[in-house]
């Protein structure tokens, strides 16, 4: 309690890569180590790491592999990508309402200024390519896009009375410029009339407040349409391990990484994700049916929904009167994650798939243009049923085939190696490839969803921590010398899988040991330049990063929208609370505390027993140790650190019964999550400052609604 509250920003936690200050070339490390000569060429002039390598022979020679295996003359990606095009965006830099520039696309223009790298899968740099998309699309007749600002894309269809906006990227200031391009060219001045949100990830909502105000909807103006299931599940599937989740963004997502050959390249779906300011306005009318036909201004749409596919709550929509397919992220340009490595919950590959297949047999023989909320769209019906049937039996495959396996006694730490998709996709399908999930990923998922993480070996049921048995691993093998010298070898003949498993032991063991760190970043570093796939490759390099360099910071702002934090249900408050809480400091505290909201008309019964605390929904207890009565709207500012909770009982805008000094007992057992924690062994915090501080009872460390 009385902690001082530091909530300041809405940016999303893309802009805490904008704060890490000495990520800079200039203030790389300059030392040298025995491993920087080992194995792998020397470092490389232009690498953003001054012990960063270039691609070894090995490397050079998958991607060659890779160049002459791929269906490279099948280029109708390239000639739908252009198709439509009115005009591109003339500002090559956006810039937030905060002063830092949210959105750079002269980052990338290295994609261009090559034909091939060999630092790059040419099917990754294909992707690229095909991502440097920058401006005004049509899609048909009333319907248009703007593409290339952000992760995900805007679509904008003509209504009777204005302009129904689908999908409205990460920030403010990207679906801002992307709506003033419109009008420049299209937009005939009419107003926004409706905004429709496809699913409840947070690049297809968080730049609502671009384009329309609270005002707006309350007055009628403008109706907000979404799935059913949309706010829950905007919250809940990013809330509980949300600190973890954004930590490891830092990998999936390359935070850390330059836009380099050596570095970021894309991000599959999109270059990458927006760093502006991040808004929420709740739908006014949710989609409940199945299928369900709705008049939006005057376009007939028929939403159906997909809950439990590609996100909790999603809806693909079709327009009869525009043979137009809205896919949501359902289908896109490559396969999507069924396992994605910034962690969310699990997804159905097959129920996945059937939406598909009912999606088809719905709309397919219908459809002359199918248009999402990724990528570029399809025209054709012959193509469009292409598409979706190859989309289909590539989750069915992944399903049915991994399952097949597993029943014959293949583990989840082997089926990646065991599982591979249809050949006759990988030949010829480029949309099926895996340009945003990975097959060897997305394989473990499935056995993951219903077998656990157990592979059935009692060995692994109750294992030590790996920095417990590293040690004798290292003892075993003859010390770190040997190791070394093994790991070295390893390299040199290209053997990059099997040096991390002896070097990733030693690092555990002896995380201390730099030159293990440097050798085991080499073998990192290669791997990853070896990926197609964007989140594979960012997480190798990013790991490798840090292992030679440490952990980059400066401060770090409390970066969660206050429209989201407004969106939080009262129990999904104190369950996260409950998370924060280090039960080993409440040993012998036992309270029982009654909450009262009385403008909304809630209550809980909260209880602390047995180092933990529960709280439920509608009741009160008949003796409680403490009630506090405050307003939703005054416990909202507790929660997003605008006021602490303590000056609220002190200034009286909380009333307490009781003993009030139980919450700051509580609360001295609340931990500030830090997003800094060390993944790789031996990787420490770089720089003296402090995290910043948060109010025991606020939602500081919340999820902060990560993309896809």
């Known amino acids: 309690m009385g902690m001082k509250p530091v909530y300041k920003t809405l940016l999303i936690p893309f802009l805490i890569v904008m704060l890490f200050s000495q990520i800079s070339c200039n203030n790389q490390s300059t030392e040298t180590s025995d491993a920087e000569t080992s194995g792998s060429d020397l470092s490389v002039s232009g690498h953003f790491d001054s012990k960063g390598k270039a691609p070894s022979e090995f490397t050079k020679k998958i991607l060659d592999e890779a160049r002459n295996s791929l269906p490279f003359s099948d280029t109708r990606d390239f000639e739908e990508n252009k198709k439509g095009f009115i005009a591109a965006?003339?500002?090559?830099?956006?810039?937030?309402?905060?002063?830092?520039?949210?959105?750079?696309?002269?980052?990338?223009?290295?994609?261009?200024?090559?034909?091939?790298?060999?630092?790059?899968?040419?099917?990754?740099?294909?992707?690229?390519?095909?991502?440097?998309?920058?401006?005004?699309?049509?899609?048909?007749?009333?319907?248009?896009?703007?593409?290339?600002?952000?992760?995900?894309?805007?679509?904008?269809?003509?209504?009777?009375?204005?302009?129904?906006?689908?999908?409205?990227?990460?920030?403010?200031?990207?679906?801002?410029?992307?709506?003033?391009?419109?009008?420049?060219?299209?937009?005939?001045?009419?107003?926004?009339?409706?905004?429709?949100?496809?699913?409840?990830?947070?690049?297809?909502?968080?730049?609502?407040?671009?384009?329309?105000?609270?005002?707006?909807?309350?007055?009628?103006?403008?109706?907000?349409?979404?799935?059913?299931?949309?706010?829950?599940?905007?919250?809940?599937?990013?809330?509980?391990?949300?600190?973890?989740?954004?930590?490891?963004?830092?990998?999936?997502?390359?935070?850390?990484?330059?836009?380099?050959?050596?570095?970021?390249?894309?991000?599959?779906?999109?270059?990458?994700?927006?760093?502006?300011?991040?808004?929420?306005?709740?739908?006014?009318?949710?989609?409940?049916?199945?299928?369900?036909?709705?008049?939006?201004?005057?376009?007939?749409?028929?939403?159906?929904?997909?809950?439990?596919?590609?996100?909790?709550?999603?809806?693909?929509?079709?327009?009869?009167?525009?043979?137009?397919?809205?896919?949501?992220?359902?289908?896109?340009?490559?396969?999507?994650?069924?396992?994605?490595?910034?962690?969310?919950?699990?997804?159905?590959?097959?129920?996945?798939?059937?939406?598909?297949?009912?999606?088809?047999?719905?709309?397919?023989?219908?459809?002359?243009?199918?248009?999402?909320?990724?990528?570029?769209?399809?025209?054709?019906?012959?193509?469009?049923?292409?598409?979706?049937?190859?989309?289909?039996?590539?989750?069915?495959?992944?399903?049915?085939?991994?399952?097949?396996?597993?029943?014959?006694?293949?583990?989840?730490?082997?089926?990646?190696?065991?599982?591979?998709?249809?050949?006759?996709?990988?030949?010829?399908?480029?949309?099926?490839?895996?340009y945003h999930g990975s097959a060897e990923n997305n394989a473990r998922a499935v056995i993951q969803r219903f077998l656990g993480y157990w592979d059935g070996n009692p060995t692994n049921l109750i294992s030590l921590s790996p920095e417990e048995s590293a040690p004798l691993y290292v003892e075993m093998m003859g010390g770190s010398k040997k190791i070394l010298d093994k790991g070295k070898e390893l390299i040199a003949e290209g053997k990059y899988k099997l040096a991390t498993e002896i070097l990733n032991r030693l690092v555990l063991a002896e995380p201390d040991n730099q030159n293990a760190k440097d050798l085991l970043a080499d073998a990192f570093e290669q791997l990853g330049y070896q990926q197609e796939n964007p989140g594979l490759r960012n997480s190798f390099l990013a790991a490798a990063y840090e292992l030679r360099n440490d952990i980059p910071t400066s401060a770090i702002p409390n970066s969660s929208s206050p429209d989201v934090i407004r969106v939080m249900t009262t129990g999904q408050f104190l369950d996260f609370l409950a998370i924060r809480m280090d039960g080993r400091k409440t040993q012998g505290m036992k309270y029982g505390i009654n909450l009262i909201t009385p403008d909304n008309g809630e209550k809980y019964a909260v209880e602390l027993s047995n180092e933990t605390m529960t709280n439920i929904q509608g009741y009160l207890l008949p003796d409680p140790d403490l009630t506090i009565t405050i307003k939703r709207k005054d416990l909202e500012k507790a929660m997003m650190g605008l006021k602490t909770l303590a000056d609220m009982i002190k200034d009286g805008t909380a009333k307490t019964e009781g003993d009030p000094s139980i919450l700051a007992k509580i609360g001295s057992a609340i931990v500030n999550f830090d997003l800094r924690f060390p993944i790789m062994p031996g990787t420490r915090i770089r720089g003296s400052q402090a995290s910043p501080t948060v109010d025991a009872y606020s939602a500081g460390g919340l999820g902060r609604n990560s993309p896809e």
């Open 89 to 434: 965006m003339s500002v090559r830099q956006i810039m937030a309402d905060q002063g830092h520039v949210t959105w750079d696309m002269d980052a990338y223009n290295f994609i261009d200024e090559q034909e091939q790298y060999s630092s790059i899968h040419p099917s990754l740099h294909r992707m690229a390519k095909l991502n440097q998309n920058y401006g005004l699309y049509e899609v048909t007749p009333g319907i248009y896009q703007v593409r290339g600002l952000d992760l995900s894309q805007i679509t904008f269809i003509r209504g009777k009375k204005g302009w129904i906006a689908y999908d409205v990227l990460v920030s403010a200031e990207t679906a801002r410029a992307a709506w003033k391009l419109l009008q420049e060219h299209v937009g005939e001045g009419l107003p926004i009339s409706t905004v429709i949100y496809s699913h409840n990830h947070g690049d297809h909502w968080g730049g609502v407040r671009g384009l329309i105000t609270d005002e707006d909807v309350s007055s009628g103006r403008v109706q907000v349409i979404a799935p059913d299931g949309f706010m829950d599940h905007l919250v809940s599937e990013n809330v509980f391990a949300g600190n973890a989740m954004n930590r490891r963004m830092f990998y999936q997502y390359g935070l850390l990484l330059p836009r380099s050959e050596y570095g970021y390249v894309t991000q599959g779906l999109g270059h990458a994700v927006s760093a502006g300011s991040v808004g929420l306005i709740a739908p006014t009318k949710l989609i409940t049916k199945p299928i369900e036909e709705v008049m939006v201004d005057g376009v007939r749409m028929i939403f159906q929904l997909t809950p439990g596919t590609e996100a909790p709550a999603e809806m693909n929509t079709y327009f009869p009167d525009l043979k137009a397919l809205w896919m949501a992220e359902n289908v896109q340009h490559g396969m999507h994650n069924i396992y994605t490595l910034r962690g969310a919950p699990v997804r159905d590959a097959l129920r996945w798939s059937k939406y598909i297949n009912e999606t088809l047999y719905l709309f397919g023989d219908k459809a002359e243009v199918m248009f999402a909320s990724h990528h570029w769209p399809r025209w054709g019906n012959e193509r469009i049923r292409e598409v979706l049937r190859d989309a289909r039996d590539a989750y069915a495959h992944l399903n049915n085939q991994v399952l097949h396996h597993a029943n014959q006694g293949v583990t989840i730490n082997q089926i990646h190696n065991v599982y591979a998709p249809p050949q006759s996709l990988q030949k010829s399908a480029w949309h099926s490839r895996d």
